[in-house]
């Protein structure tokens, strides 16, 4: 057990861990939680799509003279959601091949960040299952020149493990986005970034209501 963890253990796993970006996901939650977290490999869907060219730039655009209120978080994961589900289609729509501009600004956005780092240099997307998982579970791998980054949203209220193989690299890095305790309005959103190391050999740890970028 790593130091961090013990005294993680120590304050019975439930303070929050405000120097999140030295620590591996699993300290984010309590030691049991994350431990009996229930593990699921990721295969492709049947397909490779194209990546609408508009979208990266769409998540890019100036929030100047935009005044909207960031919608809720589950609003945000669930919006996050419908757009792999939009993006795995042979034609997308163009104006459908962007989040809604409420969740983009105000500038600097979760959202635009996850997003623009997982399509950054993509030209191809595959959507990825999680058979046996809960179906609030749902991701998809960006291919592009330099390999493969994968996005994954977990809108359930469990943690789960995704074991990701082939799809990232080992020397992958780890954007992790869930939503602190507060009630915030925008809400406040924790951004835990490390690369991957032992403590991700038996899966990567979502925990509950939370946006991955690996890659």
């Avoid at 977290?37 to 060219?53: E, N, Y």
């Avoid at 960031?70 to 989040?99: F, H, I, K």
């Amino acid at each position: 057990m790593s130091f961090a963890l013990f005294r993680l253990t120590r304050a019975f796993g439930l303070r929050p861990v405000l120097g999140a970006v030295a620590l591996s996901a699993a300290t984010l939650l309590p030691p049991a939680f994350a431990q009996t977290a229930p593990s699921f490999i990721a295969g492709p869907d049947d397909l490779m799509r194209v990546l609408p060219a508009q979208l990266l730039p769409a998540l890019q655009a100036p929030c100047h003279g935009v005044k909207v209120a960031a919608p809720a978080w589950p609003a945000q994961l669930d919006a996050s959601a419908a757009l792999l589900v939009t993006l795995n289609q042979a034609a997308v729509p163009q104006q459908q091949a962007m989040l809604p501009r409420a969740m983009l600004c105000p500038a600097p956005s979760t959202l635009a960040a996850a997003w623009s780092r997982a399509a950054d240099q993509a030209g191809n997307l595959v959507k990825l299952d999680f058979p046996g998982a809960p179906s609030l579970v749902s991701g998809a791998s960006f291919v592009g020149p330099q390999g493969s980054r994968v996005l994954l949203v977990n809108r359930s209220a469990q943690a789960v493990r995704v074991k990701l193989g082939t799809w990232v690299s080992k020397d992958a890095r780890l954007d992790q986005y869930t939503q602190s305790g507060s009630a915030a309005s925008p809400p406040s959103i924790r951004h835990l970034r490390r690369a991957l190391g032992a403590e991700d050999a038996d899966g990567v740890l979502l925990p509950p209501m939370s946006l991955s970028v690996i890659g």
